[in-house]
């Protein structure tokens, strides 16, 4: 089983709509989680951290279910511009990157 | 901002070469990453440095070394380049390695090995 599991997609979504991505993690001893962004064959970008209460940042919210040892991440009103692959990242000693859910948006 | 700043950008190597991957960061982090990225895979650690004069073995140290020159700069070696170390390959530097310290990438070298 891979440390962080994340669907690879592609998820293909017309503009303005809602989309949920998820992402499980093995180590239930992880402390720390985040979303990064990257573009194609670009650097993968800090989107946001996540945090136990769940936190907002614009059209963009992220989840976490300690229980269940997944996270979540919600763009509403999805623009041209969040096309890009999403990775799942959790942090025990190491980060550990999922290998990402690739979204485009279409208009 | 420079930020995290990575050279060659791309590179192709024959079987047996060697060559040294160059990483410099602006933001007075003290911790260094070097990671390489597959098709579908994620990013795996390959080496790491917490603080200047440390380094660490991360998942997929084999074939590679580094060197954390001082606090700025973290290179990465390698030897005699195998056709599997065709990826790309990502420099990171975080302010530390505690709890919620994310990571800023260089924007990647793209090797490949024949």
């Known amino acids: 089983r891979k440390e962080v599991e994340q669907d690879p997609g592609p998820f293909n979504v017309p503009e303005g709509a809602t989309v949920a991505f998820n992402c499980t993690y093995s180590?239930?001893?992880?402390?720390?989680f985040f979303w990064y962004r990257q573009d194609c064959r670009k650097e993968p970008k800090l989107l946001m951290s996540?945090?136990?209460s769940g936190n907002e940042d614009g059209r963009f919210t992220a989840q976490l279910n300690r229980a269940s040892q997944y996270i979540s991440l919600l763009i509403r009103d999805s623009k041209l511009s969040d096309s890009a692959t999403y990775l799942c990242?959790?942090?025990?000693?190491?980060?550990?990157f999922g290998a990402g859910t690739r979204l485009t948006v279409k208009p | 901002n420079a930020g995290v700043t990575q050279t060659p950008k791309f590179q192709v190597l024959k079987t047996g070469q060697s060559m040294t991957l160059q990483c410099a960061q602006d933001?007075?982090?003290?911790?260094m990453y070097w990671y390489r990225q597959d098709p579908g895979m994620g990013l795996r650690l390959i080496y790491y440095?917490?603080?200047?004069?440390?380094?660490d073995k991360g998942e997929v140290p084999n074939g590679y070394n580094v060197s954390r020159l001082n606090k700025r700069e973290f290179s990465l070696r390698l030897e005699s380049a195998a056709p599997s170390q065709t990826s790309v390959y990502f420099c990171?530097?975080?302010?530390?390695?505690?709890?919620?310290?994310?990571?800023?990438f260089g924007d990647g070298t793209r090797l490949s090995i024949l």
């Open positions: 990171a530097s975080s302010e530390a390695q505690g709890w919620n310290q994310p990571q800023h």
């Open positions: 180590n239930s001893a992880s402390q720390s």
């Open positions: 996540v945090y136990s």
């Open positions: 990242v959790v942090k025990d000693n190491d980060m550990r």
């Open positions: 933001m007075n982090h003290n911790s």
């Open positions: 440095s917490a603080s200047e004069g440390t380094t």
